[in-house]
């Protein structure tokens, strides 16, 4: 049988691993981060009605640049983000991770280099090479926060073509205040001109108000978006960007012909007309996270402060045996691969309640002696 090594891969593909977390039929799954409340019923009747009149023009191609959709989606962004763009400073494609690879395709490629700042999401590494650009991984302090003097040192000495901020931070839920951003973006700036982009992904979970203000001014700065979370739309594939309309711009010269189809643009304009009932799930979501937060402390877990959707908590002597034993108690959670630490998204009330005690019935035999160490900054 043929394997990969037969097979004339690039050299920088060889050996990696296909990004993709456990799927196993357990009754309680909080380990992708989904938004664990299904779409209101009036939703799905909207959304079936939106199809609908798509379907009847399906003989025809889609509408290329999805400009109602941009339009509405630059019109939530400005109502909830704190700052007012337009439709020509947003643009959408299949996923966040498609934004992303079209950014890498635009601004990075062979010959040119990315730097992010590890344990963040895997897929900025993963894109970065599949698209053929450099990857580096830059500092984080201790307590999983950007170390920014640290990081200022590596974007002026690396002088990177791209920068990613992931924020909130995915695995360890961590914000990325203003004040850090604006180094990070002066420092990639006087280094050569280099597009920083900022992955929101969890925003509308943060306690901190949006980065998006930030761009104004900034035609290297771009901020990215999905519908996968706080939209409960995982399944939609929806992601979007609001940047300088001059960075659409040249998103439109890698982006594949059509490539949001009709149905996925019916899909998402309905579910941005119950916004704020989807919104709705996120505070019920954001009051359930700060109680995993709290319980996973009392039990007596280090736990990392989070900004998102889930939690970040350890220490565990071996993560992954800890994770086993979690899911010996039908709770799936995952296994990142950082030291010591897992992640558990935040579920339902009676999802997280069999978290917490599967959580509390392993305590005592996967930690290590270090656990009752100061907990890490909130």
């Known amino acids: 049988m043929t394997s990969l090594d037969d097979l004339p891969l690039r050299d920088e593909l060889r050996g990696q691993s ?27 009747a909207r959304i079936a009605e939106r199809v609908a009149e798509a379907a009847r023009g399906l003989n025809r191609y889609p509408d290329r640049d999805a400009v109602e959709l941009r339009t509405e989606l630059a019109a939530y962004l400005s109502r909830t983000a704190g700052h007012q ?16 690879q079209q950014l890498l395709q635009a601004f990075g490629g062979p010959g040119r280099t990315a730097i992010g700042f590890e344990p963040s999401y895997s897929m900025h590494a993963l894109i970065s090479r599949g698209t053929g650009t450099g990857w580096v991984s830059g500092p984080r302090h201790a307590d999983f926060t950007i170390d920014v003097a640290a990081a200022r040192r590596e974007i002026a000495e690396l002088r990177p073509d791209v920068v990613f901020i992931c924020s909130p931070n995915n695995p360890t839920g961590t914000a990325t205040d203003a004040e850090a951003v604006l180094a990070l973006y002066d420092a990639a700036q006087a280094a050569k001109p280099s597009l920083v982009v900022v992955d929101e992904a969890y925003g509308e979970f943060s306690h901190q108000a949006s980065l998006l203000p930030l761009i104004e001014g900034r035609p290297n700065l771009v901020l990215t978006r999905t519908m996968s979370k706080a939209f409960g739309a995982a399944g939609l594939r929806l ?24 149905v996925t643009q019916a899909t998402a304009l309905a579910a941005l007309e119950y916004t704020d009932t989807l919104l709705g799930y996120v505070e019920q979501l954001k009051v359930e996270r700060d109680r995993l937060v709290a319980e996973l402390r009392a039990i007596g877990y280090q736990v990392t402060a989070s900004d998102a959707n889930f939690v970040q908590f350890g220490r565990f002597a ?12 039908g709770v799936l959670i995952r296994d990142n691969g950082v030291p010591g630490r897992l992640r558990v998204s935040t579920g339902t009330p009676e999802e997280n309640s069999a978290f917490l005690a599967a959580a509390k019935a392993v305590f005592a035999t996967h930690t290590t002696e270090e656990q009752h160490t100061p907990e890490e900054s909130a």
């Open 318 to 329: 071996d993560s992954h045996a800890a994770w086993q034993a979690i899911l010996d108690h």
């Open 239 to 262: 992601g979007y960007l609001a940047a300088d309309p001059a960075v659409v711009d040249a998103l439109q010269l890698v982006r594949l012909p059509y490539h949001l189809s009709s």
């Open 18 to 44: 296909a990004y993709g977390a456990p799927q196993l039929d357990v009754s309680v799954r909080l380990n992708t981060n989904e938004n664990p409340y299904p779409l209101p019923e009036p939703l799905v």
């Open 85 to 100: 763009v337009g439709g020509d400073q947003v643009w959408a494609a299949n996923g966040s991770n498609e934004v992303i």
